[in-house]
């Protein structure tokens, strides 16, 4: 079964500055992989996947994410954060048949 | 596209009733819906997983009689929690997609306090 790791329960970063979050998963197949956000007392949006092809994936609200097999690891980048990304923010890997699994979250607090 | 309404976003009720919570696929035919138990500061954890038309399979310790889950129609899951009690007080959310389509769109959830 596949399960997601993510290391970073809680990071903080300065508006304007870069973001990395991580995100390990496990899955004995090619997996799809999913980041998503969710705001206080909200759902989740998608902010994107990666199913095959480029490794490089490009979301909305300026993410991206790099799939790198070797390190079986999905993290997610934004060249500048802006104080509207402080949000809860959730790796996920998914399988055929829509199985999902879910990373613990890690939740961003971005400071003036 | 790919809209999912979610329906109360907040429920109070007393112990031992039951509460239903809708999820609706508004513009796309849902062949699966997903439903998600969030406790505070926590992930999501995977209820169930029901197709229309099919009885709702259920994830391990999930207790199927207190928890009934209904997906007569393409568009429509509904979750009972049948004789509420405080410790069912969480964030419940729904997903939706489409057959062969591994994506899962959420709806904005629901906040269920127990009195």
């Known amino acids: 079964a596949q399960s997601v790791t993510q290391p970073d329960i809680h990071i903080t970063v300065s508006e304007g500055a870069s973001l990395e979050l991580r995100c390990n998963y496990s899955?004995?197949?090619?997996?799809?992989l999913f980041w998503y956000v969710q705001s206080p007392g909200q759902g989740l949006q998608l902010l994107l996947k990666y199913f095959s092809g480029d490794t490089l994936v490009q979301g909305i609200k300026g993410f991206e994410a790099e799939f790198k097999r070797s390190q079986s690891s999905f993290n997610l980048r934004k060249p500048s954060v802006h104080w509207s990304d402080a949000a809860e923010y959730f790796c996920a890997v998914g399988a055929e048949g829509n199985d999902m699994r879910f990373g613990a979250g890690t939740r961003l607090t971005v400071k003036p | 596209g790919a809209v999912v309404s979610q329906h109360p976003s907040w429920v109070i009720c007393k112990s031992g009733t039951s509460v239903k919570i809708e999820c609706r696929s508004l513009?796309?035919?849902?062949?699966?819906m997903f439903w998600y138990r969030q406790f505070p500061k926590q992930s999501l954890m995977l209820m169930a997983t029901?197709?229309?038309?099919?009885?709702?399979?259920?994830e391990q310790g999930v207790e199927k009689d207190k928890f009934l889950i209904n997906h007569a129609s393409l568009t429509l899951s509904t979750l009972t929690v049948t004789s509420a009690h405080p410790e069912d007080s969480s964030f419940y959310i729904c997903s939706a997609s489409l057959a062969g389509v591994n994506i899962q769109y959420f709806g904005a959830g629901t906040r269920l306090s127990v009195l």
């Open positions: 899955y004995g197949a090619t997996p799809y």
């Open positions: 513009d796309f035919q849902a062949t699966t």
């Open positions: 029901s197709n229309e038309g099919s009885k709702a399979t259920y």
